[in-house]
């Protein structure tokens, strides 16, 4: 699955749906279908042959008849090892291929969905469905086609013999075999109730290991310990109680629904002995064993068949759910559009306002009009909500504007394929992104080629070589996230990462808000290397941050209030005059 994996998806058609998706594996479940058949099949044909031996018992036949049997039983028996081994290998590769294109497709898609779709949906809910969404799907799958395929198989094979051997007790089945199903089926669903307050009793408790976890910090600084346990013995005491009412009811229903199989069983057996008995429609005594097998078998077969209603129903909820994101229209197109080769730095914006989704009516950026030559620096300053990050992000790309434009090099960047633009970009934000692996993998992310030269005297310019090589050089370890480094040494990692990609444009983003001043010196003299003949944006909420650049553009409501140097605008006694007052430029925007 790739491009266009979204063509699979009908709109409240999960069935359908799910047809395509395995689409591509119809051999392989032909075949899984075909071995399955073969390898289950001692379940309805050793009912027969059983039948054979006791009527060669019960009538004297010869004895080759009952070495013959025996022979076919024991080939029925061995078979099945060879042929579930085929029958697991083909489903299973199925099942997985389906897994992982879909896990890729999903992948896929996030990499394609714009940015407003990932501010509108949490992490934690596109996880989900990459992880337990595609999981479910195929898990109900595998459940319905075991399940399915064993039920369908019996059925077919014990309903056939019957049909051929003892045709007139066929009645018997069609009324007795559903009835006893249904009967057990409508036991087992009143049993939802107690499973519902269970379930309901262990997500109670999983929020309050969570929350007890989250607060162990403040929990042990007030040395509320016994509190804290006290609340969670009450829980898994609640847990517990509906844990034991379900336990209970689940053996009430459990021995009901055996004694009331066990008695249809008995009947069928008594009924079948009385008929063979009084020679009507010319029965053995085999026969009254067989039928009385296959009335077992087929009870369990149409219960089964029953009981994967729910798990069918969740698999199918599940293809909705990822098909949400796999349809969702919100992509940033750039199929078809213009190449970025080459890339000098001018960033022009023309009256460009911007309001998100939720708040058509507000808007983020109001009117904004800003001319950056290349080469220049521009530092953007003022009040939270004035609209500083959003011009970030639609400098990058990930917002396009509502009205207005912005080019590129003198090109409208609504006709430019962003991804060939962005190779041209980095930036460098408050929380740097960093992941598990080593030094070299997390300064080369996106330019593998690049030698160790290349990479060492980037991390030399970002003031990060010295605890590099402290920590064991480039292919030292850094943790997750980056855990064994301080918060400047990650912003410095950072810096050298968008030093080997030699940006054109730069976006800094509260690149130093996180740091002490130690931390914030070095990591500034790192910045001013890499700001160095670049076109750069900064939002920063500290002054020191700013004060080099070439313009500063204080902002409020979205709009631009100020536009000057550090020196003009102080001088000016504006704005920016009483934020240099305070000391401070406050950030977010």
């Known amino acids: 699955m790739g491009d266009g994996v979204q063509d699979l998806y009908l709109r409240d058609r999960p069935v359908r749906t799910l047809a395509r998706l395995f689409r591509g594996q119809r051999g392989r479940l032909v075949v899984a279908a075909l071995a399955f058949t073969l390898k289950h099949s001692p379940i309805w044909v050793l009912p027969l042959l059983t039948a054979n031996v006791i009527d ?3 009538d004297h036949r010869p004895l080759t008849q009952l070495w013959i049997n025996a022979a076919v ?6 078979q099945n090892l060879p042929l579930h081994q085929v029958y ?8 997985r291929t389906v897994e992982t294109g879909l896990r890729m497709s999903l992948a896929q898609r996030l990499q ?22 595609v999981e479910n799907v195929v898990e109900s799958t595998r459940q319905a086609f075991d399940s399915g395929m064993a039920a369908v198989t019996t059925l077919a094979g014990a309903i056939v013999i019957t049909a051929v051997r003892v045709p007139q007790f066929l009645p018997v089945y069609l009324v007795a075999v559903p009835a006893g199903a249904l009967l057990v089926v409508a036991m087992r669903r009143r049993m939802s109730a107690r499973n519902a307050a269970f379930r309901a009793e262990v997500e109670h408790m999983s929020a309050r290991v969570s929350e007890m976890t989250h607060l162990i910090p403040i929990t042990r600084a007030h040395g509320l310990e016994r509190d804290e346990l006290d609340r969670m013995d009450a829980t898994l005491v609640g847990v517990r109680n509906a844990g034991i009412r379900l336990d209970v009811t689940n053996g009430w229903f459990g021995s009901l629904s055996w004694i009331l199989m066990q008695l249809l069983s008995v009947a069928t057996l008594v009924g079948a002995a009385w008929i063979a008995w009084t020679g009507r429609f010319g029965m053995s005594a085999g026969d009254v064993t067989m039928l009385s097998a296959y009335f077992v078998a087929l009870t369990g077969a149409v219960t089964a068949l029953m009981s994967l209603t729910p798990i069918i129903a969740k698999g199918l ?5 990822i098909g949400e994101v796999l349809t969702d229209p919100d992509v940033e197109r750039n199929q078809g559009k213009a190449l970025v080769a080459e890339v000098r730095g001018e960033v022009e914006l023309q009256d460009v306002r911007f309001a998100y989704d939720d708040a058509p009516d507000e808007a983020a950026v109001d009117g904004l009009s800003l001319h950056v030559r290349p080469g220049e620096t521009i530092a953007l300053v003022g009040p939270s909500g004035s609209g500083k990050s959003t011009v970030l992000n639609l400098v990058i790309g990930f917002l396009t504007p509502t009205s207005g434009r912005l080019l590129l090099d003198g090109r409208p960047m609504t006709e430019l394929d962003l991804r060939s633009y962005r190779r041209h970009l980095a930036v460098v934000p408050q929380e740097s992104l960093l992941f598990e692996g080593s030094v070299r993998d997390n300064v080369t992310y996106g330019s593998p080629e690049l030698g160790d030269r290349a990479v060492t005297d980037a991390l030399r310019d970002a003031n990060a070589l010295e605890f590099v090589e402290a920590m064991g050089g480039l292919d030292a370890v850094i943790g997750e996230r980056g855990a064994r480094l301080s918060g400047g040494q990650r912003q410095r ?5 968008a030093l080997v990609r030699d940006p054109r444009i730069l976006v800094l983003d509260e690149a130093t808000s996180a740091l002490d001043t130690a931390s914030e010196r070095l990591v500034q003299e790192a910045l001013a290397r890499l700001m160095r003949g670049r076109t750069t944006f900064v939002v920063a909420h500290r002054l020191s941050t700013i004060r080099g650049a070439d313009r500063i553009v204080v902002m409020r409501d979205g709009r631009v209030v100020e536009t000057g140097g550090h020196d003009e605008l102080v001088a000016a006694g504006g704005a920016y005059a009483a934020l240099h007052q305070l000391g401070a430029a406050p950030a977010a925007g």
Do not use: Y
């Not at 039983?73 to 061995?78: E, G, K, N, R």
């Not at 909820?317 to 759910?321: F, Y």
């Not at 990692?493 to 990462?497: D, H």
């Open 317 to 321: 909820e599940s293809v909705r759910s």
């Open 493 to 497: 990692l950072a810096i050298a990462r």
């Open 112 to 133: 394609e969905l714009s940015i407003g779709f990932h501010r509108r949906v949490s992490a934690g809910v596109l996880q989900a469905k990459i992880v337990r969404d």
């Open 73 to 78: 039983m024991a080939v029925l028996i061995l």
């Open 56 to 58: 060669v018992v019960v």
């Open 88 to 95: 697991t290998r083909m489903l299973s590769r199925a099942v």
